[in-house]
């Protein structure tokens, strides 16, 4: 098939969960589909344009500008002074210009905000990737936020939440990442055609290559200037980490990730407590963990984390919150734990148990290999492909390609 895949952000293999996740199913599917992509990016930045580029049979950059905080979407009159300035002028022609001169079977669009600048009389079918409901994520995803920055008015809000119901109820078929979802997308479109297409890793990458785990040491990771990883660790810190020190004094915990606000800096203040910020690879930091724990409890995107952990061999301690979503199962692959007790417990218990920590790490490498490698997974997005290319209703002109289908 011939693919237009449209963007808000430069997909990366390294970037944050989801670009990850837009890169890891892009990659894979254009392994079977010709990919024309048109990417809104405000540089060139190396090496994803390489790579992008290297599976893309054509590739078209829009620029855009990306303001900090405060600022509003398109759409919210009263904050004028900060919008920001997506181009859906230029991004409309240029999907015409493609559409006319490229035989094109499906649009894949990788960002809710995108729908706007479809053509108003479709020609093919349209696919929505919706990873997230969350008006935040999707602010985030079109500006470039300072760290630890949270200024969200209702207006913003509200202009966001708008946005995804109004591409929700443009697009021929949508793909999310977990049920829970798909459920909310059906709530507010009931005749909604939603696919599932589970959460990914790169387990070429992800891998343990034989590090030595050191003792007594639980490692959370994250990206801190995103509100649900700044909430369970603040969470943690206050309901857990007292109780956690008292029972086991020579407990080390290391808070790793990028862009950190100073609320969480200050933790380094504390006993036994080490955050570290803006490192390069953590994946060392890790391999080398006791176990590491995700104490989330409101989450969109932290299972990209989780299977990141579970790739590298790690004993995970999660609420079910964080695991939503991944075919795991309590205490073969993963722990999992609700309530403040019952994870404070589990951590103790599994920094201890040297037995159970290396059953739960080999399997959780299994799950991982089996269920939710980019390979397996992107098999769920070529299938939504298939039915959404074959709505041949939409289309005024099939490529031959279809017939093949």
Not at 157 to 182: F, M, T
Not at 230 to 247: V, Y
Not at 272 to 277: D, E
Not at 349 to 370: H, P
Request: charged share 20%.
């Amino acid at each position: 098939m011939n693919i237009l895949y449209l963007n808000s952000r430069l997909p990366h293999a390294l970037g944050n969960a989801l670009d990850a996740r837009q890169f890891g199913l892009l990659s894979n599917s254009a392994c079977h589909h010709r990919i024309t992509a048109v990417i809104l990016s405000q540089e060139k930045i190396q090496p994803p344009l390489t790579q992008l580029q290297k599976f893309c049979d054509s590739y078209y950059q829009i620029q855009h500008k990306r303001n900090f905080f405060p600022f509003t979407l398109h759409s919210f009159p009263r904050y004028r002074r900060h919008k920001i300035n997506i181009d859906y002028k230029t991004l409309r022609r240029t999907v015409r210009r493609i559409l006319q001169e490229k035989p094109v079977d499906l649009i894949h669009c990788g960002h809710a905000s995108l729908m706007k600048a479809l053509p108003r009389e479709k020609e093919v079918p349209v696919l929505l990737q919706l990873d997230s409901l969350s008006p935040e994520l999707l602010i985030m995803q079109l500006a470039q936020p300072k760290a630890g920055s949270s200024v969200y008015t209702f207006d913003m809000l509200h202009g966001a939440r708008n946005q995804i119901r109004n591409a929700c109820e443009k697009a021929d078929h949508i793909i999310v990442p977990a049920q829970s979802i798909g459920d909310q997308v059906i709530a507010f479109r009931t005749k909604a055609t939603v696919s599932i297409v589970p959460p990914g890793v790169d387990t070429s990458y992800y891998v343990n290559n034989g590090s030595v785990n050191a003792d007594k040491t639980i490692v959370l990771p994250g990206v801190l200037n995103q509100q649900e990883d700044r909430d369970a660790i603040l969470h943690f810190i206050r309901q857990m980490w007292g109780q956690l020190h008292r029972r086991d004094p020579e407990l080390r915990l290391f808070i790793v990730g990028n862009e950190s606000s100073d609320e969480i800096l200050w933790l380094n203040r504390l006993k036994n407590i080490y955050v570290a910020t803006d490192v390069k690879d953590p994946r060392q930091i890790v391999r080398e963990a006791t176990a590491v724990i995700f104490p989330h409890q409101r989450c969109e995107v932290v299972h990209s984390h989780v299977l990141e952990a579970m790739a590298q061999s790690k004993a995970v301690v999660a609420t079910p919150n964080a695991a939503a979503g991944l075919k795991v199962v309590d205490g073969q692959n993963i722990i999992l734990a609700a309530s403040v007790e019952a994870f404070a417990e589990k951590i103790i218990v599994i920094t201890n148990d040297a037995f159970q920590r290396r059953m739960i790490s080999v399997q959780a490498r299994a799950l991982v290999e089996a269920f939710h490698s980019w390979e397996v997974v992107s098999q769920s997005l070529l299938d939504a492909y298939r039915e959404v290319a074959s709505l041949g209703k939409y289309i005024k002109g099939k490529s031959p390609l279809l017939e093949f289908l």
